[in-house]
């Protein structure tokens, strides 16, 4: 045990996701040598981020004003809506380019196990949002694991009965990867997605 | 490092720093172990797809200070593809996997029988041969039974007279006779009582033909009892799937 201070913040930063006590003492032995200006800015920066971040009250996305930045951007593509499960999955597609609609975060994925079912994630939202009729394609980008296949099933029946394009993202081999390394699963993935080579 | 090997179905996952996971697995031989899988959470990683949730493995585990790692993994049957494709699969196959670690709450105490059971139920879930929700009350009965918690369907659960009884008290043990009915008993149906009988013996002919109405009754009975052994609520039984009458 340290003295005061540096003990509760050792106590802290311990309370954080994925750092152990080890960790914690690391970094607060870090911040004690670190020039004051630095660990002035790293406090006001958190400060700054709690007071000013919040969610996207169209697509849940984390955002500093009411509409994300691309809800409220007008070139944007109105009639895809990219259904993810945490803010962290738009950045992973955004830096893809490759999609220029909106998106939907639902803040999770159904986890009985876990307690979270339907009612607890933005799936009511979401349907609010198809209501208009405006959207025609709903990509499901749920992570490639039991909670998020799950998760979109549950959606896919949801959304069946209405005239909407409902795709799921692609499973498979990994690019630069070789054959042989594949996992069963993530290569029979890859056999049931396989696609023609004339298109 | 000492190293064992040993089969098992993965019951639930949790994330552990930038890239591992913890997994809970039910082994055959060392009852729940809960162990981590280094790097199974990125894209890359060969064991990911293996040590997901209903997943029936053969593994290598190396013996820790406090939790062993997993060294290697390889699939009997990925359970899980099928299971989360239809939703009130799903939410049924997750009942039982929380039904079966809190059944065999110590870890590294050998239970065979709750593992043969629970390997067998997730085979019947997948084969669809049956409504998920049937299946899934007959694993609660038989792994209660298991766990020393055998329901009385036929006979009074007090005194033992042969029945058909017409009360029903989870905590009494079952069916009641008039003589030892206890005040808050549930008046099933004999039906429902039958239907009870079916599921927990197997009679899969019978469990098929139930009616609706005792197969619902049934349901909320099995609930309740389950409950009432496990002293705490399952948290995945609230989120179980509202049968679709007739679907399998």
Redesign the interface.
């Known amino acids: 045990m340290y003295e005061g201070v540096l003990q509760d913040l050792i106590d802290e930063l311990a309370r954080l996701p994925?750092v152990g006590p080890k960790g914690a003492q690391r970094i607060a032995f870090h911040l004690l040598a670190a020039d004051p200006a630095d660990v002035r800015r790293l406090a006001e920066t958190m400060q700054e981020m709690k007071a000013k971040a919040t969610f996207c009250q169209t697509c849940g996305n984390v955002s500093q004003a009411e509409r994300c930045r691309i809800c409220a951007d007008p070139r944007r593509d109105p009639t895809s809506i990219c259904v993810v499960e945490e803010p962290k999955d738009v950045v992973a597609i955004e830096r893809t380019r490759e999609f220029r609609g909106r998106y939907h975060v639902l803040g999770g994925a159904?986890?009985?196990?876990?307690?979270i079912?339907p009612d607890q994630l933005r799936i009511r939202e979401l349907m609010g949002r198809l209501a208009d009729g405006e959207v025609t394609e709903v990509i499901l980008a749920m992570d490639p694991?039991?909670?998020g296949?799950?998760t979109a099933?549950?959606l896919s029946?949801l959304l069946r009965s209405m005239e909407l394009s409902v795709t799921r993202l692609a499973s498979g081999l990994?690019v630069g990867?070789d054959l042989e390394?594949a996992?069963?699963?993530?290569l029979g993935r890859a056999f049931a997605g396989r696609r023609s080579t004339g298109d | 490092m000492p190293v064992y090997s040993d089969e098992a179905v993965v019951l639930r996952t949790h994330k552990l720093a930038e890239a591992d996971r913890i997994i809970t697995l039910l082994t055959r031989e060392h009852g729940v172990v809960r162990a981590v899988a280094r790097g199974v959470r990125r894209t890359s990683s060969k064991f990911g797809s293996r040590l997901e949730p209903f997943t029936h493995v053969d593994l290598q585990l190396a013996i820790g200070r406090n939790l062993d790692t997993v060294t290697q993994a390889e699939t009997r049957a990925p359970y899980g593809a099928a299971i989360a494709a239809d939703y009130e699969r799903y939410t049924a196959a997750s009942v039982m996997l929380e039904t079966a670690e809190r059944l065999v709450s110590e870890e590294r105490e050998p239970s065979v029988q709750q593992y043969l059971l629970l390997v067998g139920a997730l085979r019947t879930m997948v084969a669809g041969e049956h409504r998920p929700g049937d299946v899934l009350d007959a694993f609660l009965l038989r792994s209660m039974s298991v766990a020393g918690y055998a329901p009385s369907c036929w006979a009074c659960a007090s005194c033992g007279l042969e029945g058909p009884h017409r009360a029903f008290s989870p905590g009494a043990g079952g069916a009641l006779c008039p003589r030892c009915r206890v005040p808050g008993s549930a008046s099933p149906a004999a039906e429902t009582l039958v239907h009870l009988g079916a599921l927990l013996s197997g009679h899969w002919e019978q469990v098929d033909a139930a009616h609706d109405r005792h197969r619902r009754e049934a349901r909320g009975l099995v609930s309740a009892y389950v409950s009432w052994h496990l002293e705490r609520a399952l948290r995945s039984m609230p989120l179980l799937a509202r049968e679709v009458s007739g679907e399998r």
Do not use: H, K, M
């Open positions: 994925g159904i986890s009985p196990l876990a307690g079912g694991n039991i909670e296949d799950a099933a549950y029946r990994p990867g390394y996992d069963e699963v993530t």
